[in-house]
C-alpha cells in the first residue's frame, strides 16, 4: 500500500478526495489517501503551499512532494524541502488559461469596450484583420505555448519572450537580456505569462513599458509581481499603454483602496483565468506516483535555482 498525505485546506479534501482516489485506480495503484498520517509513514504528499505542512524534515520517507498548483514560488524556497518538487501542469487548467487569454486579446482586438461604451450612438467602426494586430507573450512555458498556438491558428503574428532560447511553430521567439527589447518593439497587445522568480520580478517596468508602442494594450494573468504597478499607472496616465486586464496582484484580494481599481484604463479580474481543475490535475498527480513507483522519472519536475 503507498501512503499519500493530502496536505490542503481542508475544503478541498471534499473536491479532490474522489477524483484522486478515481485516477489512482484508473493507474492501477494501491493508495491509502488521508489527510492525517504519521509523517514517517508518507511515501507522497500531495500539496498546496498554503497548507499546514511547512517542515518536510519529519517526512523521511517521501519520496516527492506533488503541488496542486501551478505556481511554486511560495515553496521553492523552503529548506527543509529536499524531496523532488513537482508542479501542476493540468490540462484543464490549461485549456481554460488559453480561453481566457483568447477572450481578452480578442476583447481588445475587436474593440469590444468602445461598443460597449457607445450604446447611445451610432458611431462605425471596423477593426484591423488579427494578422495586422502583432501580439507579444511573455514566458512560453507550457501556458505561454498554448495561449501562443490559439492565437496562431487565429491569424495573429506572435512573438514570444522567454529565459531561455524557445523554438515554437508559427511564433517569433526572442530570449535573454537582448531579447526583451525586440519582443516589445511593436506589441500591440503584451500577455504575461511568466513566472514570479527574483529575474522576472518587474520585468515589465517604466524602461519596459516605454519600449511598446504607444497606446499598447496590456494582459496578465500570469502573476502580480511581473508588473512594477507605479510604473504602469503612470503609463496608463500617459497614454503610453491604453488599458490594462490584471487578473493577478501583489496582494491578494486586491485592496479596496488600491488605484487600480478606480483607474478608468484598467479591468480588474479577480484571479479567475486560470484554475487547477481536479478531475484533469488528479490524474497527472496519479502518473506521478505511478512513475515513482515503477522507477521512472516524474514529469514537471521543479529547478529549484530556476525557482520553476
Known amino acids: ?48 503551499p498554503n497548507s499546514g505542512v ?45 480561453e481566457w487569454v483568447t477572450g481578452h486579446v480578442l476583447r481588445y482586438h475587436l474593440e469590444i469596450d468602445r461598443s460597449v461604451a457607445l450604446q447611445d450612438r451610432w458611431q462605425p467602426y471596423v477593426p484591423p484583420l488579427a494578422e495586422e494586430r502583432p501580439v507579444t507573450i511573455l514566458g512560453l512555458g507550457a501556458l505561454g505555448h498554448a495561449c501562443a498556438k490559439a492565437l496562431t491558428q487565429l491569424g495573429f503574428p506572435v512573438s514570444g519572450w522567454s529565459r531561455t532560447a524557445k523554438d515554437l511553430p508559427d511564433v517569433t521567439c526572442h530570449h535573454g537580456s537582448g531579447g526583451l527589447k525586440p519582443a516589445l518593439a511593436n506589441a500591440q497587445i503584451v500577455v504575461l505569462l511568466l513566472p514570479d522568480t527574483p529575474q522576472t520580478e518587474n520585468i515589465l517596468n517604466a524602461r519596459s513599458l516605454g519600449l511598446l508602442p504607444q497606446g499598447a494594450r496590456l494582459i496578465n494573468p500570469g502573476r502580480g ?29 486586491l485592496p479596496h483602496d488600491h488605484p487600480y481599481w478606480a483607474h478608468p484604463r484598467v479591468t480588474v479580474t479577480p484571479h479567475i483565468a486560470a484554475e487547477t481543475r481536479p478531475l484533469t ?16 522519472d516524474f514529469v514537471h519536475v521543479v529547478d529549484r535555482e530556476r525557482g520553476y
Open 54 to 98: 511547512q517542515d518536510f524534515r519529519p517526512y523521511t520517507r517521501c519520496k516527492a512532494v506533488l503541488n496542486l498548483w501551478a505556481g511554486v514560488e511560495k515553496i521553492t524556497g523552503n529548506e527543509t524541502l529536499t524531496q523532488p518538487l513537482c508542479r501542476m501542469v493540468d490540462p484543464g487548467l490549461t485549456q481554460s488559461m488559453v
Open 1 to 48: 500500500m503507498i501512503n499519500a498525505l493530502f496536505a490542503a485546506r481542508p475544503e478541498r479534501w471534499e473536491t479532490y478526495e474522489a477524483p484522486l482516489k478515481a485516477a489512482f485506480i484508473a493507474n492501477g495503484l494501491k493508495v491509502d489517501l488521508r489527510q492525517d498520517f504519521a509523517p514517517e509513514d508518507v511515501d507522497y504528499i500531495v500539496y498546496a
Open 225 to 253: 509581481p511581473l508588473i512594477d504597478d507605479t510604473a504602469l499607472l503612470a503609463a496608463l496616465d500617459s497614454g503610453q499603454i491604453d488599458h490594462a486586464t490584471l487578473d493577478v496582484f501583489r496582494v491578494e484580494p
Open 281 to 296: 490535475a488528479s490524474r497527472v498527480i496519479a502518473e506521478n506516483i505511478r512513475r515513482g513507483e515503477a522507477g521512472e
